[in-house]
């Protein structure tokens, strides 16, 4: 079956109201919950062989279920019809906000969080009553694998399908006309999603990166502080679209925090991280040759390491760096922290603003009135106050970009919302039908001026 028949097929599917039943996606959802338990042996395996990721970190792909559990708990109340008011004029009437399901969507996903990524957009399509198309990244070659198994044994493909495969699958897909694209990854493939997506005036969500500031300031508790940063940077090697990209520290603080952070490392990873079971490696040799790059840059306080061979690089942090060096202008992607500080607060909000806003920013610090502040007078797609990453497991907060790092968000209900059409429903009676706005409007004109005046 090619890329249009299987598109036709899930129409066909899509219109026999199916998907609409309550009792049918509540259904699947507990499917797909018993097929992700099944597999999660497979699953932790898999993550393993692409990113040497330890088996704890593995299972943070598993957090999924929350989300299906989240979704069955709620959906019955998340598809009832609102009722609102209908205005005096509309007399005799009532009015209902009435969500629906959008039909087919396209979901591509990335390499760093191969299972979750894939899986968790696709809950809200299921919940919201679509079918869906997935389509996993070639580069998480052994998770592509086991996703595509175990949603083919679980789903028809008319209803859900999957298909592997790298950049020209993808384009042959993008061809097609879905009812909406949700895309993770870079901003680049976001703008090459975006330009196809205009072609069939298909609406997207863009789950894209950037660079997440990690702002501490001197009024904090250091070794939570340390520890917690350290956490959010290093785990999965630094390949986790939120994890902070550089730090910006106040110069009160930065040369008792640095010590604390090389400690943390230590104590999370040993002497030599290269030895630890529990850190992981770079995807390919691709983004190990983009990251050793950076590795030129400022001062090396700790790490600084490579192999090749095994694609490692060891947890590091550069000193002496500038806004305008190379590991400054794009998203890093990899466990390499540089470290930047600031005076006053104001110049870290100013640096912040002049550049593109970013998908999370992170803020340590006591201060409540410093907190508003950074929440007032920055933009970003989410903000976590004094830890770093944990934000994403709290499926009650919608998560995506804003500006530059994506279009839309995801999680929760807001995953419900963004795969749903909030229809407006307007229903008159038959009983009465007052003639005010029928013409000849000769002596209505007072009427419609006191009425607009008064709504
Ligand atoms: P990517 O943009 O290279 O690839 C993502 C997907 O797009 C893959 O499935 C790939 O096959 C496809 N693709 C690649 N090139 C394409 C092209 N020219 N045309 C059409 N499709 C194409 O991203 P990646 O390297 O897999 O992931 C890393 C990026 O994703 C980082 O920037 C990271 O910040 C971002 N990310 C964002 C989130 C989020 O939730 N906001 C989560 C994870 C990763």
Redesign the pocket.
Known sequence: MNINQLLQAQRQFFATGQTKDIRFRLEQLKRLKQAITDSQGAIVKAVNLDLNRPEFEAYFEISTLAEINYAIKHLKSWIKPQRVRASIDQFPASAQIQPEPLGSILI??????PFQ?MISPLVGAIAAGNCAVL?????AVHTSQIVTDMIQKTFDSSYIAILEG??ET??AL?AEKFDHIF????????Q??MAAAAQHLTPVTL????KSPCIVESDIQLEYTAKRIAWGKFINAGQT??APDYLLVNAQIKQELIPRIQASIQSFYGENPEHSPDYCRIINSGHFERLTQLLHTGKILAGGQTNPETRYIAPTLIDQVAWDDPVMQE?I?GPILPILEYRDLGEAIAQINARPKP?ALYFFSKDRQKQQRILQETSSGGVCLNDTVMQFGVTQLP???VGA??IGCYHGRASFDTFSHYKSVLKKAFWLDLSWRYAPYQGKVGLIKRAINRL
């Not at 591509?108 to 969080?113: F, T």
């Not at 895309?183 to 976001?190: I, L, P, S």
């Not at 789950?207 to 950037?210: K, S």
Request: with cysteine; hydrophobic share 35%; net charge negative.
């Open positions: 591509i996903g990335p390499w760093n969080y990524l389509k996993p990244s070639e580069i790298g950049v993808s384009q993008l895309f993770t990854g870079g901003n680049k493939v976001g090459i999603v789950e894209l990166g950037g679209c939120i998203e992607f998908l998560f995506g970009g790092s994506g």
